[in-house]
């Protein structure tokens, strides 16, 4: 495991006195990973970078670099790199004076500064539009432009707030797997901010997640999908089904849940699962099988009818009616099961207990801004 490079302890941040945009915020940031901070709006995922960046003063905790204070510290002399969401590029410049600008700010002589800033393009592949100004660049141009500049001068950390949010979806996959080639590459720590959670879990070593100014689950991308520890996480990281129940008993790694139709579910107990207490079911919706007459017996079946099909290429989605709820979604991608139901069949679905954990209970509708204090 990689030494902590950067320590959050105890942080708080209000910007009114009464509110708090983050809350008793202990995170550690280790040596050259990829951190992601992602979560809705008003989580505290923007305002945890900016305190690290320096541009908002924690009004309680402490941030350490290598166990040194940098929370007095002002922006210009914290050594870190950062790419806006509109990138801030000079329109008067051209890309490689952009990218040399932090140079010359740190007194590098002009020519060093500017062999210097080409290496960087190169590094991003844009050597050869070394001598463009932004307005001649594209979208993706100008964003690894001003990661170009926020890697010239070798900074202890990399900041970026939302660098994808300008481009189109089709370049904003391509950009993912570019900056994650280029980290992998050069070592950097990087921390990102994002509400996107598909990019998160493309570009992250690790995701930070955020709900209401309170850090909910640090996790590599794999965990927290596969065992998120709690229902917001569930809910916000991919696509889930809920059900709601109380936990009737807990024997190892199952427990048996009574839904308030009455029906039993096995499932796996999350980290706060008590038996008597109420619980929401989490089921991803690929991990749901449509039973025929040559499927495994599930300990887990149900009826259910089919509402709609979406195609999707590589998937099919069916929108299905389950146990009084209209909510749920089945992701099929083998085709010889897809080509079979249309809307309105009527089909059984099954799911094995550790495909179903049992997490807090969270009701639905439920989001960030409706949470209690």
């Known amino acids: 495991m990689s030494a902590s490079l950067v320590s959050f302890v105890g942080v708080g941040k209000t910007y009114d006195g009464e509110t708090l945009a983050v809350r008793d915020l202990n995170l550690e940031i280790r040596e050259g990973e990829f951190l992601t901070l992602l979560g809705p709006s008003g989580s505290g995922k923007t305002t945890t970078l900016l305190m690290l960046a320096g541009f908002e003063t924690p009004t309680s905790g402490d941030i350490l670099v290598k166990g040194a204070s940098i929370t007095r510290v002002p922006p210009h002399q914290r050594n870190f790199g950062i790419v806006f969401q509109n990138y801030a590029l000079f329109p008067h410049m051209s890309a490689v004076e952009n990218v040399a600008f932090p140079l010359a700010v740190r007194s590098v002589p002009k020519q060093t500064a500017l062999a210097r800033a080409r290496r960087a393009l190169d590094l991003v592949q844009l050597g050869d539009l070394a001598s463009r100004r932004p307005n001649q660049l594209s979208g993706g141009q100008q964003q690894r432009t001003a990661l170009a500049r926020a890697l010239v001068f070798e900074p202890t950390l990399v900041l970026m707030d939302e660098p994808l949010g300008a481009l189109d979806t089709k370049l904003r996959v391509q950009m993912q797997l570019e900056i994650k080639q280029i980290h992998e590459r050069l070592g950097n720590t990087m921390v990102s901010v994002t509400h996107d959670q598909s990019e998160a879990l493309t570009m992250s070593d690790r995701i930070a997640v955020f709900d209401a100014g309170r850090l909910q689950q640090v996790a590599t991308p794999e965990d927290l999908y596969e065992r998120p520890r709690s229902s917001f996480v569930a809910r916000f990281v991919g696509e889930n089904n809920r059900l709601h129940g109380t936990i009737q008993s ?104 550790e495909d179903c954990l049992a997490l807090d209970y969270l009701a639905d509708g439920i989001g960030p801004e409706q949470r209690p204090s």
């Open 250 to 353: 807990i024997a190892g790694n199952e427990c048996l849940v009574m839904l308030e139709n009455g029906r039993e579910v096995t499932a796996t107990p999350g980290p706060l699962a008590r038996v008597g207490e109420r619980t929401t079911l989490s089921m991803r919706p690929e991990r749901l099988m449509i039973l025929d007459g040559l499927s495994t017996v599930r300990r887990n079946e149900f009826s259910a009818r089919i509402r709609e099909t979406v195609y999707s290429g590589d998937h099919v989605k069916y929108a299905i009616e389950i146990m009084d709820r209209i909510d749920w979604m089945i992701k099929v991608s083998d085709r010889s099961v897809t080509s079979r139901f249309k809307k309105g069949d009527e089909i059984r679905v099954g799911w094995d207990p």
